[in-house]
Nanobody, 123 residues
Framework: QVQLVESGGGLVHAGGSLRLSCVVSDRTGSRYSMGWFRQVPGKEREFVATINWSGARTYYTDSAKGRFTISRDNAKNTVYLQMNSLKPEDTAFYYC????????????????WGQGTQVTVSS
């Protein structure tokens, strides 16, 4: 079975930083593209960032550009989301996701999901 476990969420003040981690336990040996999504009550799950298996290609939602950085360490089976200059509007439940194809921005393109981690940014 494929499992994704997020960590690193928490409460920070506006302007602060936080790094999320997602560890993938994979018995198939597949090369996954990874993505980060977030969701708040009353809204659909929103794309934040994605990265292909090699790490050479990354994509971000407009609000994340210049503030967030997605990266990965395949030797550790881990993908990261470094979040700087956090704003209250970044408050959400953040999910890690994996797919066996190229990087994508739609929730429907991903095959596996973690349980998520809460990020709260106070004003």
């Amino acid at each position: 079975q494929v499992q994704l476990v997020e960590s690193g969420g928490g409460l920070v003040h506006a302007g602060g930083s936080l790094r999320l981690s997602c560890v993938v336990s994979d018995r198939t040996g597949s090369r996954y593209s990874m993505g980060w999504f977030r969701q708040v009550p009353g809204k659909e799950r929103e794309f934040v960032a994605t990265i292909n298996w090699s790490g050479a290609r990354t994509y971000y939602t407009d609000s994340a550009k210049g503030r967030f950085t997605i990266s990965r360490d395949n030797a550790k089976n881990t993908v990261y989301l470094q979040m700087n200059s956090l704003k209250p509007e970044d408050t959400a439940f953040y999910y890690c996701a994996a797919r066996t194809q190229s990087a994508a921005v739609s929730t429907r393109d991903y095959d596996y999901w973690g349980q998520g981690t809460q990020v709260t940014v106070s004003s």
